[in-house]
């Protein structure tokens, strides 16, 4: 495993499409939930511990088992109740198979995979573990959304980047949680919800003027 | 407390329904109600930590049942040294069998440790309507830990799977990604999709949602549980399932 490698992938600069998505934030903004930091560190670790865990458990579970994407594919289906997040999550796979492409060679992997499964077959393919996979997509989980509330809200940077610090402990036992069940049957892997994500995400694809596309 | 119950349902070959199997322990105690209708009458304050329930419901080809509760059920703290209390529920629901699943709420207490498991089995051409209410602690009361853990297949594929968290043990569980300043959820799964009504969003906090299989999710977040059932019971009392039901 190189350490430089799983870098490159984590990296936020990383041209897959990430900054059009704000992870279910700017709906929030919206509804007036989320103002300043503190609600921005509340909406981040429940996040992670929910669709971050989800997130993490499969790009670990597909980085050990890339030939079986179809399966975690499905996975992913039946744990997102909401459309708009569905399309969100095949969208950002779509663009990562894409920008991974030109990185390593890549089997395989269908057209428009849901971007934990593509995160966890492109880590597989550039020679990352489960552990590893699992760390960028806890990463990615709280990194994208607290990129985004410095645009919605005009927060401190360095304030957010505080956030991200404080919460890295998090991300390292969701990962490692993730890593774990990375061999167990679809079913059993992590299915915790988050149900103001789902139907904040159906609300915000509805409006005429947005922000992010998720 | 252990508990062990359990309803089976048949055709009676005429359009009508008859329960060949009515098992009750307490405190999961079933009674019939109505020509297709079981009541959970409840038998005592609980769960309690250390409980370990379940109920099995079984509705054959052609056949009809529907569930409900007398009352909610209100997880309690119990002894500390004990296991987290637990109920399961295991469904199974044959081709052209009907069934709606409608108890009241659960309420985490403050101090409970509570996991409700439920998994349901619907063979091609059943139909279902799947409601679960979660209530996270009585008025002005902090809530218990609280865990659901549900998942519903569909002509032997899994059609939705879900793990709610509330409660101390949860984290994040109160911020604006999962509940918010929400203590109530309820949710209708539904089998097929044309049991809800089409796919919408809002007022408030509450979606239908049609799943990436054929049945639709409808859930509603509320302060409390009146707003989540001024959302969902029109949508659960709308038209009974009718067997046969195609997705």
């Known amino acids: 495993m190189s350490l430089a490698t799983l870098l490159v992938l984590a990296d936020g600069r990383l041209p897959s499409g990430g900054?059009?998505?704000?992870?279910?934030?700017?709906?929030?903004?919206?509804?007036?939930?989320?103002?300043?930091?503190?609600?921005?560190?509340?909406?981040?670790?429940?996040?992670?511990?929910?669709?971050?865990l989800v997130a993490a458990a499969f790009a670990?579970?597909?980085?050990?088992?890339?030939?079986?994407?179809?399966?975690?594919?499905?996975?992913?289906?039946?744990?997102?109740?909401?459309?708009?997040?569905?399309?969100?999550?095949?969208?950002q796979g779509r663009a990562l198979l894409r920008a991974a492409r030109a990185m390593w060679t890549l089997p395989s992997a269908g057209r428009e995979p849901?971007?934990?499964?593509?995160?966890?077959?492109?880590?597989?393919?550039?020679?990352?573990?489960?552990?590893?996979?699992?760390?960028?997509?806890a990463h990615g989980t709280v990194s994208g959304a607290a990129s985004a509330a410095v645009r919605l809200l005009g927060l401190d940077p360095y304030a957010v980047h505080g956030l991200l610090a404080r919460l890295a402990p998090d991300c390292d036992r969701i990962a490692a949680a993730a890593a774990k069940t990375a061999g167990a049957p679809v079913d059993d892997l992590p299915a915790a919800g988050a149900p103001l994500l789902d139907i904040g995400a159906e609300l915000h694809a509805t409006w005429e003027v947005r922000l992010f596309a998720s | 407390m252990r508990a062990r119950s359990r309803v089976v349902a048949e055709s009676d070959g005429h359009g009508g329904?008859?329960?060949?199997?009515?098992?009750?322990?307490?405190?999961?105690?079933?009674?019939r109600t109505g020509a297709r209708t079981v009541h959970l009458v409840g038998?005592?304050?609980?769960?309690?930590?250390?409980?370990?329930?379940?109920?099995?419901?079984e509705v054959g080809p052609g056949a009809t049942l529907e569930i409900r509760s007398v009352a909610a059920q209100l997880a309690l703290p119990g002894r500390a040294h004990l296991p987290p209390s637990r109920?399961?529920?295991?469904?199974?629901?044959?081709?052209?069998?009907?069934?709606?699943?409608?108890?009241?709420?659960?309420?985490?207490?403050?101090?409970?440790?509570?996991?409700?498991?439920?998994?349901?089995?619907?063979?091609?051409?059943?139909?279902?309507?799947?409601?679960?209410?979660?209530?996270?602690?009585?008025?002005?009361?902090?809530s218990g830990t609280v865990r659901t853990d549900t998942t519903i297949r569909y002509a032997?594929?899994?059609?939705?799977?879900?793990?709610?968290?509330?409660?101390?043990?949860?984290?994040?569980?109160?911020?604006?990604?999962?509940?918010?300043?929400?203590?109530?959820?309820?949710?209708?799964v539904a089998v097929p999709a044309s049991l809800l009504p089409p796919a919408t969003?809002?007022?408030?906090?509450?979606?239908?949602?049609?799943?990436?299989?054929?049945?639709?999710?409808?859930?509603?977040?509320?302060?409390?549980?009146?707003?989540?059932?001024?959302?969902?019971?029109?949508?659960?009392?709308?038209?009974?399932?009718?067997?046969?039901?195609?997705?």
């Open chain 1, 19 to 52: 900054h059009a998505h704000s992870g279910g934030l700017e709906p929030q903004v919206s509804a007036g939930r989320v103002r300043e930091l503190d609600s921005v560190a509340e909406f981040l670790r429940g996040k992670l511990a929910t669709t971050g």
């Open chain 1, 60 to 91: 670990a579970a597909a980085c050990a088992r890339p030939g079986n994407g179809a399966e975690f594919d499905q996975g992913i289906d039946v744990r997102t109740p909401s459309p708009a997040l569905r399309k969100a999550s095949r969208a």
């Open chain 1, 114 to 137: 849901h971007q934990p499964v593509a995160l966890g077959i492109v880590a597989s393919a550039a020679g990352l573990g489960a552990l590893e996979a699992a760390v960028a997509a």
């Open chain 2, 17 to 31: 329904t008859r329960l060949t199997e009515l098992r009750s322990e307490s405190p999961l105690l079933l009674r």
């Open chain 2, 43 to 57: 038998g005592g304050a609980g769960p309690l930590r250390g409980d370990d329930l379940r109920l099995e419901i």
């Open chain 2, 87 to 142: 109920l399961e529920i295991h469904a199974t629901v044959a081709g052209g069998a009907s069934l709606r699943w409608l108890p009241e709420p659960l309420i985490a207490a403050a101090g409970c440790d509570h996991l409700t498991v439920t998994r349901v089995e619907v063979a091609e051409g059943g139909s279902l309507l799947w409601r679960d209410d979660l209530v996270c602690g009585r008025h002005d009361e902090d």
């Open chain 2, 156 to 188: 032997g594929s899994t059609l939705y799977r879900h793990e709610l968290s509330a409660g101390p043990a949860a984290p994040g569980w109160s911020g604006p990604a999962v509940l918010g300043e929400g203590r109530a959820i309820g949710t209708v």
């Open chain 2, 201 to 247: 969003s809002g007022p408030a906090d509450f979606a239908i949602m049609p799943l990436a299989g054929p049945g639709a999710l409808a859930t509603a977040v509320a302060a409390d549980l009146r707003p989540v059932r001024a959302a969902l019971d029109p949508i659960c009392d709308r038209q009974p399932a009718t067997a046969g039901g195609r997705p």
